[in-house]
């Protein structure tokens, strides 16, 4: 299976700034089917990008997802209070799907 | 609007046999062309794809939950189960269900991004 690396674990920035999420896959995945999901406490994943850099539904223009092949990246253009949170990548281009292991991002 | 709700017991013993099933509302889960299955996280980790179903039965599992995995559906009552064999404290987790694939066009994924979650159960292991 197609392992994901997330970096950094924690992340540590102010509202207002640009925060930079990296994914990184064992091996390429298949037509760019990378997806980014934010988690808060308590609750279910929300899907914010897929394939590799599609907005979902509903999901301001702050965030936006680039990359292909292994290297991945979400980026959060200027941070708003509420996106302080847990983000995973995923990758379905390969059964099974499989997460990253997350990025916290927290208020500094 | 699609909403996704799990049901099921909260405390399971060390080898019994954990039972969940999603009640799905907003769409008819033998009319739309989606898969659905379930995913899990155990307690401050990350994400674990199950397995998913498409309403015809055909399914699709995790290769390493395989040997103890059976999702299964109900078209009458629009909904789908999970059962997990010889439970352990490492299955202790919350479980989500979710639209979990599509097809379109004569092909079909199983497993695509999720745009709709179930807002989890938590399933604990213990004696």
């Known amino acids: 299976e197609i392992v994901l690396t997330q970096s950094p674990g924690t992340l540590s920035l102010s509202p207002g700034e640009r925060a930079t999420l990296s994914c990184r896959a064992s091996q390429s995945v298949s037509s760019s089917y990378l997806a980014w999901y934010q988690q808060k406490p308590g609750q279910a994943p929300r899907l914010l990008i897929y394939g590799a850099s599609s907005r979902a539904t509903g999901i301001p223009d702050r965030f936006s997802g680039s990359g292909s092949g292994t290297d991945f990246t979400l980026t959060i253009s200027r941070l708003e209070p509420e996106d302080f949170a847990v983000f995973y990548c995923?990758?379905?281009?390969?059964?099974?799907?499989?997460f990253g292991q997350g990025t916290k991002l927290e208020i500094k | 609007q699609l909403l996704l709700q799990e049901s099921g017991p909260g405390l399971v013993k060390p080898s019994e046999t954990l039972s969940l099933t999603c009640t799905v509302s907003?769409?008819?889960?033998?009319?739309?062309?989606?898969?659905w299955g379930w995913i899990r996280q155990p307690p401050g980790k990350g994400l674990e794809w199950i397995g998913s179903i498409y309403y015809s039965g055909s399914t699709y599992y995790n290769p390493s939950l395989k040997s103890r995995v059976t999702i299964s559906a109900d078209t009458s009552k629009n909904q789908f189960s999970l059962r997990l064999s010889t439970v352990t404290a490492a299955d202790t987790a919350v479980y989500y269900c979710?639209?979990?694939?599509?097809?379109?066009?004569?092909?079909?994924?199983?497993?695509?991004?999720?745009?709709?979650w179930g807002k989890g159960t938590l399933v604990t292991v213990s004696s």
């Open positions: 995923q990758q379905y281009g390969t059964s099974p799907a499989t």
């Open positions: 907003g769409d008819s889960i033998s009319s739309s062309s989606y898969y």
């Open positions: 979710a639209k979990t694939g599509y097809c379109r066009g004569g092909y079909c994924y199983s497993n695509s991004f999720i745009d709709y």
